[in-house]
């Protein structure tokens, strides 16, 4: 395959002295009902080399999981409501900024663990802080997808659930595969990132976060939900 990046991405980025190649793998949309290990040796068995990292969209996994729900079909709680004119809205993503996305906040973390995180969020705001409402939701309200400008159809009128199990998920694809490499399943937009689940350890993870900094996946209609990490030559 030829290594090319997305339009306004650069191919290479280095990192701790070593330049790492970063290749998308551009494939067809991933559709509900779509399965997840079929769609992998579709398009990235031939393309992994030994000593490749795959990384893989959590967004794609949690649709094959059935976790992509039609706009029409969540119903937000008057509380839904309240709690999302709150929260900052960017170009980059909705987050919680919907009262639909925010409803499904509620449902997958709780609605004390939400009032909590609100609440401290708007003191700590106040003093300049930043970023304690998704510290304390947690991994699960950070990785809700609710629908931008850029987002693929059908999923501009869904809200798509963080996966389930990474972790097993990303060890799953890496025997799937038989190469010998790793395997990472990630939530990367333009203002930063998370490693859900993978098949290293945290240094590995936390290293895999500053080489997809400046997400080379695109956040539009890049139709480039795999990427894979090589060593530079």
Same mark, same amino acid.
């Given at each position: 395959?030829?290594?090319?990046?997305?339009?306004?991405?650069?191919?290479?980025?280095?990192?701790?002295?070593?330049?790492?190649?970063?290749?998308?793998?551009?494939?067809?949309?991933?559709?509900?009902?779509?399965?997840?290990?079929?769609?992998?040796?579709?398009?990235?068995?031939?393309?992994?080399?030994?000593?490749?990292?795959?990384?893989?969209?959590?967004?794609?996994?949690?649709?094959?999981?059935?976790?992509?729900?039609?706009?029409?079909?969540?119903?937000?709680?008057?509380?839904?409501?309240?709690?999302?004119?709150?929260?900052?809205?960017?170009?980059?993503?909705?987050?919680?900024?919907?009262?639909?996305?925010?409803?499904?906040?509620?449902?997958?973390?709780?609605?004390?663990?939400?009032?909590?995180?609100?609440?401290?969020? &708007? =003191?700590?705001?106040?003093?300049?802080?930043? !970023?304690?409402?998704?510290?304390?939701?947690? @991994? #699960? +309200?950070?990785?809700?997808?609710?629908?931008?400008?850029?987002?693929?159809?059908?999923?501009?009128?869904?809200?798509?659930l963080g996966p389930e199990r990474p972790r097993?998920?990303?060890?799953?694809?890496?025997?799937?595969?038989?190469?010998?490499?790793?395997? &990472? =399943?990630?939530?990367?937009?333009?203002?930063? !990132?998370?490693?859900?689940?993978?098949?290293? @350890? #945290? +240094?590995?993870?936390?290293?895999?976060?500053?080489?997809?900094?400046?997400?080379?996946?695109?956040?539009?209609?890049?139709?480039?939900?795999?990427?894979?990490?090589?060593?530079?030559?």
């Amino acid at each position: 395959m030829s290594a090319e990046a997305n339009a306004g991405k650069a191919l290479t980025r280095t990192v701790e002295g070593t330049s790492y190649a970063r290749i998308p793998i551009r494939t067809r949309v991933v559709m509900p009902g779509d399965d997840l290990d079929a769609f992998i040796l579709e398009y990235a068995k031939d393309a992994v080399q030994p000593g490749d990292l795959l990384f893989v969209t959590e967004k794609i996994v949690a649709i094959t999981q059935g976790r992509s729900f039609k706009l029409d079909s969540i119903k937000p709680r008057k509380l839904a409501l309240f709690l999302s004119k709150y929260v900052t809205r960017t170009p980059y993503g909705i987050g919680l900024g919907m009262p639909e996305t925010m409803e499904m906040a509620l449902r997958e973390c709780g609605t004390p663990r939400i009032l909590f995180a609100a609440a401290v969020s &708007a =003191v700590t705001k106040a003093f300049g802080r930043k !970023g304690d409402f998704y510290r304390i939701a947690g @991994d #699960k +309200a950070r990785a809700i997808d609710g629908p931008t400008k850029g987002t693929i159809p059908p999923y501009n009128q869904a809200v798509v659930l963080g996966p389930e199990r990474p972790r097993e998920v990303a060890a799953r694809l890496k025997a799937l595969l038989g190469v010998d490499l790793e395997v &990472a =399943v990630v939530d990367i937009n333009d203002l930063g !990132g998370n490693i859900l689940g993978s098949t290293m @350890d #945290k +240094a590995g993870e936390k290293r895999l976060v500053a080489i997809l900094k400046d997400n080379p996946l695109g956040q539009g209609h890049e139709s480039t939900p795999l990427g894979i990490v090589r060593a530079a030559a």
